[in-house]
């Protein structure tokens, strides 16, 4: 029961989400570089499809009534598409177009005035599925060509929906000099990411965020709680009372 | 704005708290270890003593109306007295018994069932305070006999209190072989920790889970969200509908 101090960011995925804890993964580059400023909500869900994630999205983010007693998520990134991109007939697949309109649904949750989860303190980034390496990956229900596409519709949906798109395909594609054999040292298992893959994807992030949400940069935001040469007071260090900062 | 769907792991303190979210600290390896189970929340203070961080306890966790609608810190850890044993005059200095009172009275305020902060869920660990190595840190304000008493009369504490202590200081002084040159691995400047200090921290806070809060281990908490295997449904994955587990 952590009283209502700290504004979050929330993780929405799959497993390269989940992931996101690991030493040098995104959250945990992202909680390091907010703390005391936004608390971090990793919400990756290992082999979820943007079909399963859009009907756990309603539970996960709070209705308009919920909201006025709850932290608020300041951003929140889609990283859906590595699962969904699977061959046709695999259990986890689901059709570009219907990726496309899960995003599209899950955004107007949020941003449409008329949805019971609108929350228009909430700033939201799409990112693309991370390449896929098969040559790592013996992994006949994958293709780097096919997750390409899953991304390229997803820029295009952010243009139309004005909401950013990080690109981390394209983002890891570009430092593997667009070789297969360039993406090893950023893929564990062709299909995660090593620390190394997580630094683009939080240095991409973190350019996002100054690019298009400059509010949201960690020295915008005033730190929890004053420092403690703030609070301290050597006349009588007993009497002092710490306050909440706006935030 | 995330609805209440994971409980939660507070971690409060001071500057080596804070510091717990870099790669290998303990923050992050236990959000690793207990994604999809329960979040962790940073509240570490850096240079804050137990007398302040007493009187931001009361903004920090909910009392018993807030409780109601906001997610159940089930595991709470205090970790204060680094900046409470700076030397007597230095304007950070609480002496050994009103640190002793501040603990006492933070513990209190969870579980005595007349408190306004009253929480029955919550499970508490105290931890004491990290030796310091003045050798590796020109610190006139510190000592690492005086920072010992601290966490001695802490384990005293916890003794008549009956709550579990991870004593710190002896883990990490064992480890160092209880030589001022052993220390130097664990220790960044001679009072915060690296990432192998951390990890005695980890595997010493999860030990003490295992022996006091066995209820509280990863493998006996329910992962939120079924696994995607359950999930998906090869007749018709559109149709399927995740369900939250009870945790």
């Known amino acids: 029961m952590a009283a ?18 690991m030493p040098g993964g995104h959250a945990q580059l992202l909680a390091d570089r907010y703390v005391r400023k936004l608390d971090v ?8 499809n943007s079909e399963w994630g859009l009907t756990v999205f309603k539970q996960i983010f709070a209705t308009k009534d919920e909201q006025t007693r709850l932290p608020t998520v300041r ?3 889609f990283w859906w598409g590595a699962n969904d991109a ?4 695999a259990v986890q697949h689901v059709d570009i177009l219907h990726y496309i309109d ?7 949750l949020v941003k449409s005035s008329t949805s019971p989860y609108y929350s228009p303190k909430t700033r939201i980034i799409l990112m693309t599925p991370p390449p896929v390496n098969v040559a790592q990956r013996p992994d006949e229900e994958r293709s780097n060509e096919r997750t390409k596409a899953y991304g390229v519709a997803l820029r295009q949906l952010g243009e139309e929906l004005e909401v950013p798109v990080f690109d981390v395909w394209t983002a890891i594609s570009d430092r593997a000099g667009d070789k297969e054999d360039g993406l090893v040292p950023f893929l564990s298992d062709g299909l995660h990411l090593t620390a190394e893959g997580y630094k683009i ?9 100054e690019a ?13 709680y004053p420092s403690w040469e703030e609070v301290g007071d050597e006349a009588n260090p007993r009497a002092i009372k710490p306050r909440r900062l706006d935030i």
């Open 4 to 21: 209502n101090v700290l504004d979050s960011i929330m993780l929405f995925g799959d497993s390269i989400t989940e992931h996101g804890w």
């Open 41 to 48: 909500i990793n919400r990756g869900l290992g082999g979820y």
């Open 75 to 77: 951003l929140l990134t």
């Open 86 to 89: 699977v061959v046709e007939g």
């Open 102 to 108: 899960n995003i599209h649904m899950a955004v107007s």
């Open 201 to 209: 994807v939080f240095d991409g992030l973190m350019s996002t965020i």
């Open 212 to 224: 298009n949400f400059p509010e949201l940069m960690p020295d915008n935001l005033a730190s929890v």
